[in-house]
């Protein structure tokens, strides 16, 4: 545990006792004291602390849409690049578990639609291309959703430009047995120009966190249009030389320095 996260974690709880002193109900009070926790562990980086907070808020209100988008957020985050196959998936479970709750909770907000394209996304990765035409569609759905209440969601930008470069990235006659025999006829709605378009919108949005330029280096390395080799440099090397703001910063860090050799 980090000496941030106490620091942050103790202020928190002074401020919380301060708040329940005053006219605010003990249970909403404890739920709020709980997701802060949460919030700090997250900031400090912590996501295993965060998801255990966020847990504690739910055992309390187990419909709180706070704590149930950000537990969503925390589990894939921790899932991402654990080793174990096993408890990846469980994570990734988990994140789609609650990303779909806070759907329910909150159908008309942006980050529980947004979470849950994430967690789907995440589980669609590690599918055969039959299992994934089904996750592609609600993928795509939850993501346009999250973009109808807030258009300029840099998270939900980026699903969609994941989106359309992972249907891009499918051999053309994967794509062909997708679209007129497992009934993904979405799939063709998918373009690099719309992958670039959509990610690049999410840089502009969101332009400190890596994660955002990591996946538009690597569409336009794989679009490989006029430029796009420069670009992708480009983009690689703004995550070699970017601050870390996330838990999984230091792996995309990798990911990009590895790029940047093989180019």
Known sequence: MSLRYLVLSTGILALAQTAAAQSVPATATEVALKIAQGDSAHAAMSPAFALA???????????????????????????????????????????????RRAV????????????????????????GVKQRVNYAKEIRTEA??????????????????????????????????????????????????????YMEKSVKQDPARLVHHLDLAEIYRDRNADGDRERARAQFQFVIDGKPLDYNDKFYKQQAEAEVKKM
């Not at 789907?120 to 599918?127: H, K, M, N």
């Not at 973009?147 to 990235?169: C, Q, T």
């Open 53 to 99: 907070h966020y847990k504690a808020a739910l055992a309390i209100d187990s419909m709180s849409y706070e704590a149930l988008w950000k537990a969503s957020r925390d589990a894939v985050d921790l899932g991402e690049f654990d080793a174990d196959p096993d408890r990846r998936e469980q994570y990734f479970a988990e994140g789609e578990k609650y990303a």
């Open 104 to 127: 329910r909770a909150r159908p008309d907000d942006a980050e529980g639609h947004f979470v849950l394209a994430r967690a789907l996304g995440r589980v669609a990765l590690t599918l």
């Open 144 to 197: 346009l959703e999250a973009l109808k209440y807030d258009s300029l969601h840099p998270g939900a930008l980026h699903v969609m430009g994941r989106w359309n470069a992972e249907i891009m990235r499918l051999s053309g006659f994967s794509r062909f047995f997708a679209k007129n025999f497992l009934g993904g006829d979405v799939f063709s709605q998918a373009s690099w120009d719309e992958a670039v378009e």
